[in-house]
């Protein structure tokens, strides 16, 4: 059974700083895609960080030089570290494994932003 669990949200005042993490079991994490989801209220889902299985990173301009992907594959773990966060900010942040045609999901976690 496919499990990633994230953790590491909560709230946090404008310019400060958060750090995901997603717990993965049951897949072979170091051969996958993970990638960090987000979707606010009325809003699309959005992706907001991406590595590769090669550890490759891509990010969008809205997050680019504030978040920071990583990933440990000897504990099946990926991170987000997001700094200087915005209200604009505030989202579900959900972690996603990707291989093939094969898509995993998270539950997501909570981020809230006040300014």
């Known amino acids: 059974q496919v499990q990633l669990v994230e953790s590491g949200g909560g709230l946090v005042q404008a310019g400060g700083s958060l750090r995901l993490s997603c717990a993965a079991s049951?897949?072979?994490?170091?051969?996958?895609?993970m990638n960090w989801y987000r979707q606010a209220p009325g809003k699309q889902r959005e992706l907001v960080a991406r590595i590769t299985s090669s550890g490759n990173t891509n990010y969008p301009d809205s997050v680019k030089g504030r978040f920071t992907i990583s990933r440990d594959n000897a504990k099946n773990t990926v991170f987000l570290q997001m700094n200087s966060l915005k209200p604009d900010d505030t989202a579900v942040y959900l972690c996603?494994?990707?291989?093939?045609?094969?898509?995993?999901w998270g539950q997501g976690t909570q981020v809230t932003v006040s300014s």
């Open positions: 049951g897949i072979s994490f170091g051969s996958y895609h």
């Open positions: 996603n494994a990707q291989l093939a045609f094969k898509n995993y």
